[in-house]
Structures are given as C-alpha cells and as structure tokens.
C-alpha cells in the first residue's frame, strides 16, 4: 500500500524477481520457468532487481536469454536495474542483452509509467571507479513530479534515509 494517490490507478499488481544469476552453471531454462511463473500471476508491472546473469555469457546464451525475456506479459512494462554480477559479466553485453528483451534498464534514472507513478533505478555501486561516488536518489530525481508514488528499484540498497527525507519535503512542501 502507497499513501500517495496514483492518476488512473487504484491498484498495481506487481512481480518483482532478482538474482537469477543465468550461467554456466544455471541454463536459460531456469529463465523460462521463471518467465512462466511471472506470466502466470498476469502482472500489471514487472521489476527486476539486478544479477539476472552470474558472470560473462557466450552471445547465443545472451540471445536466448533475450528471446525469453521478450516472453514476459505485463501490461505496463518490465523494468530493471542492474546487480553486480552485470558488471561482473561486462555491462556493454550483459545490459543491452537486457533491452534486446525488451527490458527498460534504468542506472540511476527513473521513468514515469502510466502517468501515475515513477519507477526509478539505481545503478549497482561496482560499476563506479575508486574515487566515484554513488548519485544521490534527490539528483536522480530531479525535475520528477514527487507527487506521484515512488518505486525503487536497487540490487544493494542503501541511503534509503535520501528517498524518505526526499519525499517528506515534498509532503511540506
């Protein structure tokens, strides 16, 4: 339950799955059990909260992974942020093989969906070099209408504390 009203919409249904962690170890067949499952509840919206691979996959493994994701039915979309085993398989393959599926990956930006709420994702903390700093959710979320609910995806959450004094401010505002 959000304590915000959300334009057109008294209800989302929503699935959200994380570390699948696709590999040499477990095939895409693992992916399409999943996809079943997912397609099984009729979501509205899917999330996925990073590590859907486990480390570099060979392009036909990619390719089928992609084909598989495509398979997924959801009304308003699948969305994504990556975990840290897409930077361990290279983001440059491991991400756009995601979008091929038609995945929308977000990396510390955010999307307004339907008009009536905004997904935001963050990136995984392994893909910033030594002296980088993560973005800050205020940053990412500049110029959105914080009026809308919030959702959030990230594979390692933390400075939740942000997105809470964030949304307070809005509500004094």
């Known amino acids: 339950s959000i304590d915000k009203p959300a334009p057109g919409l008294s209800r989302l249904d929503a699935v959200l799955v994380s570390d699948?962690?696709?590999?040499?170890?477990?095939?895409?067949a693992r992916l399409e059990k999943i996809v079943s499952m997912i397609n099984g509840l009729r979501p509205?919206?899917?999330f996925i909260a990073g590590d859907v691979v486990n480390e570099e996959m060979s392009d036909a493994d990619l390719d089928r992974m992609s084909e598989t994701l495509r398979k997924i039915e959801s009304r308003t979309g699948v969305f994504a942020c990556p975990g840290n085993h897409e930077f361990y398989a290279k983001l440059e393959r491991s991400l756009p093989a995601l979008r091929r599926g038609g995945v929308d990956v977000l990396q510390d930006e955010f999307r307004i969906v339907a008009g009536a709420f905004?997904?935001?994702?963050?990136?995984?903390?392994?893909?910033?070099?030594?002296?980088?700093?993560?973005k800050l959710l205020?940053?990412?979320l500049a110029g959105a209408d914080l009026a809308l609910p919030v959702i959030l995806?990230?594979?390692q959450p933390a400075r939740l504390?942000?997105?809470q004094r964030l949304a307070d401010d809005v509500e004094h505002a």
């Open 138 to 140: 205020p940053d990412i």
């Open 20 to 28: 699948i962690h696709l590999g040499t170890l477990l095939p895409v």
């Open 118 to 134: 905004i997904v935001v994702g963050r990136g995984s903390t392994e893909y910033l070099h030594s002296m980088e700093k993560r």
């Open 161 to 163: 504390a942000d997105l």
């Open 44 to 46: 509205d919206i899917v």
């Open 153 to 155: 995806l990230d594979h």
